[in-house]
Every structure is written in C-alpha cells, then in structure tokens.
C-alpha cells in the first residue's frame, strides 16, 4: 500500500500529529500502533474496582498555543481543572517542603549551616573568578555552581542519580532549564531564616481532568480528529531508507514521509545504525494505602537506601477517580535493559517505615520500558547528526522518545503541531 505519510506510534505525539495534518484537510496517512489502544504513556487502566495512570501525568501547560489548543480547539475547557501542588522531598525522616532549596528554614542546624557555609563561599568565589561558570562539563558541576555543595550533596546530586540512574559527573545538565529552578543569595537566607511561599518550580500548579484519568486527552484527540481509518494496530518492524519502506507483523507500506514517534535507540536499531543512547525504565508499583493519615500529590525521595525516587498519591490529581481512596504510584528506577527487582515486600516494608501504621495492598506492579533519556556524552556528540540524517532521508523524529529528550505532554503536543507546519509546505496545497 503507498501512503504519502506514515506516523508510528499512536501516543500523544503521533496522535496530535495526525489531528494536525486532518486539519489542513490532508488524509493521505496512517499510524501505525502495535498496541492495541491508542495513547502510549497517555493511558488509564482499569483494574478491578481501580482506576489509574500508568504513572502520575500532572499536565503543566507553559505555552498559550498548548494551552488553547486542548482548552478551546478540542473543548476540554469544562473537562480539566487546576490542582495545586502539595509536594515533599523526604528528609532525614521528616517531610520537607519541595523545593528543598526554599526549605531550609525546615532542616536541623547542622544543615542550615553547612548549606548557607557552601552557598556563600561559591557565591564569593564565582564573584572572584568565573571561569567554574565557564567550565562546568556535568552536572556535578553545574550543581556545585549553582547551589553550592551542600544543597547539591543532600538533594541535587543523590535525587538525581537515583531517577537518572546515572552518576552525577557523567550526566550533561543540558535538560534542566525550567526543570530545576535556580535561587539566589537573598532568597537563600530568607528561606533559612523563615518558612516562605514555595510556588516556584515548573509544577506548582498542573491540569488534571476533573472526571476521567489522562486518557480523556489522546482519547479526545482521537475522536475529534475521527482517526479511526488511519490507525492500524500492527506493529512496525523493520524500515527500508532506500525503499521508502515500513515492515509490518501484517503487511509493507510505502511512504514519502515517516514520521517517528518511538524511542529513538529503538528506531536506529531497526534501520541498523549502530549508537549507544541510554535510558531508564521506570518499574511502578500502584498500591492502595488505608489509614494514610499523610496529604500530599508526589514525594521524592533521594536516599540510597529507599528503593523509590518517587511516590505521588492519585487522590490529589481527582479524589473521585478511586471514591476517595489512597491509591499511591511508587517509582523505581534502573538503566535499560536491567529492571528492578526490589521484592514487593520490602517496598511494602519501607512504605510501613514512612508512613506508620498503614495498611498496603499492592493493585499493580509494572515497567515503563523507556523512561527516562540519558544525557551522556554519545547524545550530546551525536544526536543532532543523527537527527540531521534520517531528515535527510524523509524522516522526522519527533516527541520525548523520538527526538530523545526530557519533555512532558505539553511538548509532546507542540512537536506533533510544529511537524506538520515544518512539512506542509510538501503536502498541502497552497
Ligand atoms: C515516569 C514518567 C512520568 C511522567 N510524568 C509526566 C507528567 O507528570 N507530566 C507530563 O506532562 N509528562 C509526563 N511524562 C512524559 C509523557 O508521558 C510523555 O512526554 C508523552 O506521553 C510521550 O508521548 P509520545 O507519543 O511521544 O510517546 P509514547 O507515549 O511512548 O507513545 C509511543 C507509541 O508508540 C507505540 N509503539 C512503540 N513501538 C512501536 C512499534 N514498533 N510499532 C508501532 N507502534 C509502536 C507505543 O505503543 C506507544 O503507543 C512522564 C513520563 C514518564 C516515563
């Protein structure tokens, strides 16, 4: 079958592509999605009475393009609310305001005090000399030079190895922009002197559908988009540069344009070009908690010794998903391809440890094979030529996966958008 444009992945990215090209009247396309559902990351499983995320999808909207795109275009303006954000970090047995570096005022004195010493002797140094601004390589550094050692050995550095699973001097810091919010020197001591209004942070706020889970999005998407004869549940296995050609388990297609959306390493390995891209897989666990007398929508969790990074409580994204009940995301992280193993019962213990006398019963236990993206040094050297060489070859990578990035949802809808605008001029009729 020829088709001008073939998109893999029916996910968010995919999907809103699609929605995209639909909209300039193009028809000429199909998605492929080997799973039998569309919405990738996006989706709601219901499990027995449960209803829940594959893990927490908070939807932090920062563009206004975004922003009325999923409010007005697709009328979800009655559907979505705004949930504020009621988050930790867990702390020497105590529960610490997120972000740590408002919270000192918080911790004990040995902490206070190491944490300002450190601050103000990089703040003096950086005024001498700028070259440790100039030279910073990983994000060791970047951390040292932006919130001194101590902020950066409590809770930067070990938070960050444990999510990334990746060492702190190995790891670029290229990522962190409106993720990691930057402090200075006034604000420091003011939060150490006295608790203060900790509403920076890129999630402070976050949409979340008042009635459903995430689903409502791609499902919403899918639906106004009416994509029901463009995606195809066959699983992609092989593509051919020089034919043009997408392999099927069903069939071959012909295209013009392919559009990816899968991850990236596993892209390249089915076109046979050799890379070492790293990732992580995130193992959840969903466990109802009775008698959880603690409030809050995530904690994060930087200790070596506590198997979870983080874990976030579905009530407070919608109270009514699950009647009202405790149903918790617990979060382990290790490097592709080797998944956590940690036994059931020692994250049932260790939640027993961190919340009293609570009540656990495990709902579910999953993997989410491609987590996170490794900022190491073979992406930084070669993703952009990569990038540049299946574009030469009519082959855009787009999305979280596809591009091999840190993104959300919000991004992965403006790459969706921004694809079909960047290839219209080949496709639509002007
Ligand atoms: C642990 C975690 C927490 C997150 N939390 C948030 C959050 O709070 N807020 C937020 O905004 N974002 C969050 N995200 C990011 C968000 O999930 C992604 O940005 C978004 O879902 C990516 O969509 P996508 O379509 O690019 O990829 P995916 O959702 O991965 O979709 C890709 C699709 O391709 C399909 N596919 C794969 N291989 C093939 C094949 N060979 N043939 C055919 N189809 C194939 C898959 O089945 C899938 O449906 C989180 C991600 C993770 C991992």
Aim: hydrophobic share 35%; aromatic share 16%; with cysteine.
């Amino acid at each position: 079958m020829d088709k001008k444009v073939i998109i893999i992945g029916a996910g968010l990215t995919g999907l809103t592509t699609a929605y995209f090209l639909k909209k300039n009247k193009f028809n000429n396309f199909i998605l492929f999605e080997k799973e039998g559902k569309i919405g990738g990351y996006c989706k709601t499983i219901k499990k027995n009475e449960y209803k829940y995320d594959m893990t927490g999808h908070a939807l932090h909207l920062k563009t206004e393009e975004i922003k009325y795109f999923l409010l007005e275009e697709l009328s979800l303006k009655n559907e979505l609310k705004l949930v504020g954000r009621e988050s930790y970090i867990y702390f020497k047995n105590k529960f610490v305001p997120y972000p740590f570096q408002l919270s000192l005022y918080y911790l004990d004195y040995e902490d206070k005090y190491y944490i300002l010493k450190e601050y103000i002797n990089t703040y003096c140094s950086k005024i001498k000399d700028t070259t440790n601004i100039k030279n910073i390589k990983n994000f060791k550094d970047y951390c040292y030079a932006f919130f001194g050692k101590g902020i950066s050995d409590l809770f930067m550095i070990p938070y960050n190895e444990k999510i990334w699973s990746y060492p702190a001097e190995k790891l670029g810091f290229e990522w962190m922009g409106r993720f990691v919010p930057k402090i200075d020197l006034g604000k420091i001591i003011e939060a150490t002197l006295k608790p203060i209004k900790n509403d920076i942070g890129y999630n402070s706020q976050f949409y979340y559908p008042k009635n459903t889970g995430i689903e409502i999005i791609p499902e919403t998407i899918y639906r106004k988009a009416q994509l029901g004869n463009n995606v195809f549940y066959e699983e992609v296995i092989k593509v051919d540069l020089n034919l043009k050609k997408v392999y099927t388990d069903k069939s071959e297609y012909k295209y013009n344009i392919l559009i990816n959306t899968l991850p990236l390493n596993r892209f390249l390995d089915m076109i046979q070009y050799s890379h070492e891209l790293k990732s992580t897989i995130t193992r959840v666990l969903i466990v109802e908690i009775e008698n959880l007398k603690k409030e809050f929508s995530w904690i994060y969790f930087p200790q070596k010794n506590i198997p979870f990074y983080r874990i976030g409580n579905f009530k407070k994204f919608n109270s009514k998903l699950n009647n009202e009940k405790d149903l918790l995301y617990v979060e382990i992280s290790s490097l592709y391809p080797m998944p956590n193993n940690t036994s059931k019962n020692e994250i049932v213990n260790e939640l027993k440890k961190i919340f009293g006398n609570v009540k656990v019963n495990i709902v579910d236990d999953f993997i989410m094979e491609n987590s996170y993206v490794v900022y190491e040094s073979w992406r930084k050297q070669n993703l952009d030529n990569v990038l540049k060489f299946l574009e030469k070859n009519s082959i855009y990578s787009i999305g979280r996966y596809g591009a091999w990035k840190y993104d959300s949802m919000e991004g992965a809808m403006l790459d969706g958008k921004k694809i079909v605008s960047q290839i219209s001029n080949n496709l639509f009729e002007k």
